[in-house]
């Protein structure tokens, strides 16, 4: 019986609508939020291999910087507050609050991991509306190991108390299901976009559309 999900935020339950209309101020490009985000998961990724650890701020910052250079435009202080902020305000999908009142509902607790702060964290959720919805809420912080490095699913299941066979991980990346399902979670994929589930990385146990009808589905399970 399940007895947690943990829930990735961005793209996930987060809509990144709003970041995208910023990237977009400055760039007629609309894969540079696409690359972007992928720049910045490989440079945590390369980090994380040589055991080192920047916190997702930084790297945040970084990749941003490089990403304006790269396309010989002018990068200043103001317009990375905008685009960067936006991380803060981002709203929920529609179908989120109903999901996770539903799994509330069947005494399953309701987690947050993220790559981000603990304090980012508390803001985004607090912003969307949803913080009364969750449990509690783990960072990568805790452990100085980005997804999808096993270390953050392994702490998540020791702060649970719970073994990985009652845990349930929900993301909209593959790459992030990967990480978890190599720790022994069992995994439900969220598709958020028209993209193809990587066939190297392992399969998610779970598939849907809708974060309601994948609820029901982790409900089901014995």
């Not at 977009?24 to 055991?51: C, E, N």
């Not at 916190?55 to 941003?64: D, K, Q, S, T």
């Not at 989120?96 to 539903?102: G, I, N, Q, Y």
């Amino acid at each position: 019986m399940i007895k947690t999900v943990l829930f990735d935020m961005n793209e996930t339950m987060l809509d990144l609508s709003l970041l995208k209309e910023n990237f977009d101020k400055y760039f007629d490009d609309s894969y540079v939020l696409k690359y972007w985000f992928t720049k910045l998961l490989h440079t945590s990724t390369v980090i994380g291999a040589m055991d080192e650890y920047k916190n997702f701020g930084e790297l945040a910052e970084v990749v941003l910087e490089s990403l304006f250079y790269e396309n010989n435009k002018i990068f200043t202080n103001e317009i990375k507050v905008e685009i960067l902020g936006s991380f803060r305000n981002l709203p929920a999908y529609d179908d989120v609050p109903k999901a996770l009142k539903l799994l509330k509902e069947n005494k399953i607790r309701v987690v947050a991991v993220s790559n981000s702060s603990l304090e980012m964290i508390k803001e985004q959720l607090t912003n969307a509306g949803i913080i009364n919805l969750f449990d509690t809420y783990y960072s990568v912080d805790s452990v100085k190991k980005y997804k999808p490095f096993k270390d953050i699913y392994q702490y998540a299941a020791l702060k649970e108390e719970t073994s990985v066979k009652n845990i349930v991980m929900v993301a909209s990346h593959d790459w992030d299901l990967f990480g978890a399902k190599k720790a022994g979670f069992t995994t439900a994929y969220i598709k958020r976009k028209e993209e193809i589930f990587n066939p190297y990385y392992l399969e998610a146990n779970i598939k849907e559309k809708n974060l309601v009808d994948l609820a029901k589905k982790i409900i089901d399970i014995k």
